[in-house]
């Protein structure tokens, strides 16, 4: 199966500083991966596509120097939050793109982000 | 892409089988029904999709009216660790997931 991986899981960091997530495909290589957030009782919300080797396509009102993506390799992605602020608090998701599956998308476990 | 409706929650007995509808009324014919459930605090999981005939794997079954307009998700037989957010999403196979609200499916003892 596919298995999708982040690191960390839980992260608490202070306002003002950066924190990198990353997104890890176990088994399998992924030329494309996906970036999501989730506010409490709310749905996921696509940030960015991440394709390697080349700049990521941020979603509509995604700030790009804000979240940084960097897709450097076809098992890894990074999703660097800069200059973190409370409101940044979230659940941060990534998936993978794996074409030999019965889907195509494979989620990873998530990353909880709390900013003080 | 094409949008779905869902009902915002249901309530299912445990054991009993669970029946989640989905309209997608704009659904174009190369868009897949998909459906996924994330259960609280993790990330989401795929259970099943189809294009235009039933379908069934070892979690669900996912059933697909002839004119494609809407589908149901059937849990056979509920159980706690069922309950979860279900998201019903049509795109084409090799697109992006965009997820609506879903479900919030409770199941109760």
């Known amino acids: 199966g596919a298995v999708v991986s982040q690191h960390p899981s839980r992260v608490i960091c202070k306002s003002g500083t950066s924190v990198k997530i990353e997104c890890r495909s176990l088994d399998f290589q992924a030329t494309t991966m996906f970036w999501y957030r989730q506010f409490p009782k709310q749905s996921l919300m696509l940030m960015a596509t991440s394709n390697e080797g080349s700049k990521a396509t941020y979603e509509q009102g995604v700030e790009k120097d804000k979240f940084l993506i960097n897709h450097a390799s076809l098992t890894l992605s990074t999703l660097t939050v800069t200059s973190a602020h409370p409101e940044d608090s979230s659940f941060y998701i990534c998936?993978?793109?794996?074409?030999?599956?019965?889907?195509?998308?494979?989620f990873g476990p998530g990353t909880r982000l709390t900013v003080l | 892409d094409a949008k779905t409706t869902q009902p915002t929650s249901m309530d299912c007995a445990e054991g009993r089988a669970a029946n989640l509808p989905c309209n997608h009324s704009?659904?174009?014919?190369?868009?897949?029904v998909y459906w996924y459930r994330q259960i609280h605090s993790q990330g989401p999981q795929y259970i099943i999709h189809?294009?235009?005939n039933n379908e069934t794997n070892e979690m669900a079954s996912l059933i697909i009216t002839e004119d494609r307009k809407s589908s149901t998700l059937i849990l056979p037989h509920a159980t706690l660790r069922d309950t979860a957010v279900y998201y019903c999403?049509?795109?084409?196979?090799?697109?992006?997931?965009?997820f609506g609200p879903g479900t919030s499916l409770s199941v109760i003892p």
């Open positions: 189809g294009l235009k």
């Open positions: 998936s993978a793109d794996w074409r030999q599956g019965p889907d195509t998308q494979y």
């Open positions: 704009t659904i174009s014919g190369n868009e897949y």
């Open positions: 999403i049509v795109r084409s196979s090799y697109d992006k997931v965009i």
